[in-house]
C-alpha cells in the first residue's frame, strides 16, 4: 500500500539523506543542505520541492557543468526514497537539469517584458501587478492580493523554457507581507542578501527563525533562533531595500530612528559635544552603508552624512589645530620666564 504523498514530510527526506552519509558526496550534501535550509521541516515532499531544488543548484556554474551526475544522483536517491516510504514521486513531472534549457536575458527593457508575461498568468483577475526595475540588476514583481496583502518576488536574468513558456529559474525568492504591510508569520520567507547568498526565514513578532546559506552547496554560514530582525543588519537591509518601493520611509521605525540620530549628533558636535565626536565615525559608517545598500539615493539621509561628515572632519581639524598650538604656547611662556629671570637684578 502507497502512503498519501502529503502524509510525508521534508524532515523524513532529510532524516533519508542523512542516512546516505552526504559528506560522501557533493551532489548529497548540497541536497541535504538545501533541504534543511530551504524549505520548513513539515513541507510536504512532491516533485515541485525536487524541481525547486534543481532551479536553485542551476544559478551556479558549477552545477550549468554538471547537469548529468546532479540528474543521476538525485534520481537514484527519489527512486529509494520511493521505495523505504512506499510512495510514487511521479518522476515523470520532474524537470532534471540535463533537459532544462537556460536562457539569460540580456536587455532589461526584455527581462521587464517577460517577467510581466509570466506573472500576468499566475495572478488572479482581481490581483494587481507592479514591476520595478531594481538598479539595472534584477526586477521585483509585486502582487497585491484581495485581501490587501502583499508578496514581493525577485527576479533575476536566468530563465528556462517550461512548456513553451519562458519561466523564471528561480520564481520563490518572495517575501509576504500582510495587509498592514508588516512581514506575514504564516509564510517562509527566502531573500537574496547578496550574489549567491541567501537568507531563508519564519517571522514572529519581530523575532526571526532561519539562516543564512551560500555557495553552490548551500553551506549554512549563519543561523537565526528568534533572533530580533533589527539586530541582524545582513538581513534587515536587503529587506528595506525592496521595501522602500511599497512603504512609507516616514513610517519606518529603523529609518527614522536613523535620521533622528544622525540629526542630533550633527547638533551635538556643532554644540562641541567631544562625546558624539567619538561615536560619530561608527554612526557614519553604518548609516553610509544603509544608504548604499537599503534607502540607495535617499536625499534625506544623503544630505545628513554629508553633514555629520562635514561636522566631524571640521571639528577634528580644530582638535589637530589646538593641539599642534599647545606645545608652541608652553614654549612660548617657558621663554618668557627665562628672560624675566635673566633681568632680575
Known sequence: MFLHLNMVKNSQLIQFVNELKPQTSPVKLTFFNYLKSFHPPHEPVD???????????????????????????IESIIENFNKTYGLRIATQAIRWPNQLQLIEIERQEDLLT?????????KSKNERLKLVNDQNKRVLAFILHEDGSVSVTSIDRKFIIDEGMLRPLRDDLTLHYTPTLELSEHF????EISP????????????????????????????????????ELRLLYPLKRIEQYFLDKNSDSFYKQLTQKLERTVKLIQAGDR?????APNLLENAQTAY????????????????????????????E????????ENQNSKNFQNQSRAIVP
Not at 589645530?321 to 608652541?328: G, V
Request: hydrophobic share 40%; net charge negative.
Open 47 to 73: 516533485e515541485n520541492l525536487i524541481n525547486q531544488f534543481f532551479r536553485h543548484c542551476l544559478i551556479f556554474p558549477h552545477w550549468a557543468d554538471h547537469k548529468t551526475q546532479l540528474s543521476h544522483e
Open 114 to 122: 517577460v517577467t510581466e508575461n509570466y506573472f500576468s498568468e499566475l
Open 188 to 191: 517562509f520567507h527566502k531573500v
Open 196 to 231: 549567491y547568498i541567501l537568507g531563508q526565514f519564519n517571522y514572529d513578532s519581530g523575532k526571526i527563525k532561519g539562516g543564512i546559506s551560500r555557495g553552490f552547496m548551500f553551506q549554512r554560514m549563519h543561523e537565526w533562533n528568534l533572533t530580533p530582525l533589527e539586530t
Open 275 to 279: 562625546e558624539a565626536l567619538s561615536w
Open 292 to 319: 548604499e545598500l537599503a534607502f540607495i539615493d535617499d536625499k534625506l539621509l544623503g544630505i545628513l552624512i554629508r553633514d555629520l561628515r562635514s561636522e566631524t572632519n571640521s571639528k577634528k581639524r580644530d582638535l
Open 321 to 328: 589645530e589646538c593641539l599642534t598650538l599647545s606645545p608652541l
